[in-house]
């Protein structure tokens, strides 16, 4: 399954609405605002397919700014810019997203003539989710070889075929479905994932698969670990900084905490593309990362008299809770601001 689908002979973007699964239900998209709403309602996730997804967005406006004939480029450019600016601000975390845009922006500022731009976008969105698939299987092989047989493997938020642009394997969750396919006695615990619930996605698509899959709520991670149920904890990122800092989905931190007060290996599974270069945690300033989080007050029913609710979208986890980070250049291990230098000079 995959998590949108272009239509060429109507030109729209459907994505499937993972705020619906297990039921199907589909979203389309005919113009920017239409991928904007599907970025912030979640009816998209997961960095490498919300890029995709950006992509296509870009797409669907330079489609309505040729209907309208802004063909001048002078004129034109500056709104894919102003729309690329958009789409970055949908989802802070997800480095993929602003690099993806870039770099498409970069390749539109060399065209000569407006009529290209569209199919040039395309072809780019095209690209991206063909290079997806050959990642996505080499940072499974790359995670295979920590995974040992009769294994239990403790997974956070999704990260699976849903959750990237070709829709096959997924960063962690590919570790997971590849170790399946190898034949592996694994058994596989997922986290609910509050609030948005996305470890019932990844259940949904691991049962699919016929693997051994159980769901548990958020609270039960430390009487498993303390029961020494688990083996280890693998998960995806949304970034991550030159210094191994991990922005991720909200649990990820307390998870990481848990996990090594047990002893137990926390990996974080990623594309090269994830990771923030540039920047050290002391470089991301205090509002970009309070826009990492989700505010908003509770249902009546559930907090009554109007009690505000705080529901943190994202945390950070820093480096010395992490025991390796897979990409599909190999394993990174600590110190991370060696081996994510090495990384970057190597590419």
Known sequence: MKP?????????????????????????????????????????????????????GLALHAKELLRT???????????????????????????????????????????????KVLPYILREAELLIEEDLRINFAIAENGLSLIKDNFAILTHCHTGGLAVASGMYGTAQGIIKLAFEKRLNIKVFATETRPYLQGRITAFELAKDNVNITIITDNAIGILMYRKIIDCVILGAD???????????????????????????????????????????????????????????????????????????????????????????????????????ALRDSI
């Open 69 to 115: 004939e802004q063909k001048n480029l002078t004129k034109f450019i500056p709104e894919l810019k102003s729309a690329a600016t958009r789409l970055k601000e949908t989802r802070p975390t997800a480095i993929n997203l602003s690099i993806v845009l870039d770099n498409v922006l970069g390749g539109v500022s060399k065209l000569q003539n407006a009529d």
């Open 239 to 341: 970034r991550v900084l030159n210094t191994g800092h991990v922005f991720n989905k909200i649990g990820t931190y307390t998870l990481a905490v848990i996990a090594n007060y047990h002893q137990i290996p926390f990996y974080v599974a990623l594309p090269i593309s994830t990771f923030d270069f540039k920047n050290n945690l002391e470089d991301i300033t205090i509002e970009e990362r309070n826009q990492n989080e989700v505010r908003f007050c509770g249902n009546q029913q559930i907090v009554p008299n109007n009690v505000p609710v705080l529901n943190p979208a994202f945390d950070i986890t820093p480096p010395e809770l992490i025991t390796a980070l897979i990409c599909e250049k190999g394993v990174l291990y600590p110190p991370f601001k060696r081996s994510i230098t």
């Open 4 to 56: 949108f689908e272009w239509k060429q002979d109507t030109q729209t973007l459907i994505f499937v609405d993972q705020r619906a699964l297990p039921s199907l239900e589909y979203v389309t998209c005919t113009k920017l605002e239409d991928v904007l709403g599907a970025i912030k309602n979640m009816v998209v996730r997961g960095a490498p397919a919300i890029a995709a997804a950006g992509i296509y």
